[in-house]
């Protein structure tokens, strides 16, 4: 079991958040600077945490050096990824 997501990252935001919906992709801001991978490697920590699964589980597939990003994370559906997500962005 295992989905993909399409992500608009924001790099150099004020702090990590999930900013809503970018026509098909979730808009997320990383506070890292999108240098060396750092915001990368930020992003998929941050998913990790944000969906309760481990690190190892989140890699990014597709979008190393663009905004537009694809990550795939294993053990877990599509639907619930996006529950997940969508309720953090409502609890705010």
């Known amino acids: 079991m295992?989905?993909?997501l399409r992500l608009r990252v924001v790099p150099n935001a004020r702090r990590n958040e999930i900013a809503g919906a970018h026509?098909?992709?979730i808009r997320i801001k990383i506070a890292a600077l999108a240098?060396?991978?750092?915001?990368?490697?930020?992003?998929?920590?941050?998913?990790?945490?944000s969906l309760g699964v481990p690190?190892?589980?989140v890699h990014l597939v597709q979008g190393q050096k663009s905004r537009n990003k694809v990550v795939e994370i294993?053990?877990?559906?599509?639907?619930?990824?996006r529950t997940r997500?969508?309720?953090?962005?409502e609890v705010r």
């Open 55 to 57: 690190r190892r589980e």
């Open 23 to 25: 026509g098909e992709a």
């Open 74 to 81: 294993d053990g877990i559906e599509e639907n619930e990824a």
């Open 35 to 49: 240098l060396d991978g750092r915001a990368n490697d930020a992003l998929l920590d941050f998913l990790a945490e």
């Open 2 to 4: 295992s989905c993909r």
């Open 85 to 89: 997500l969508v309720g953090i962005l």
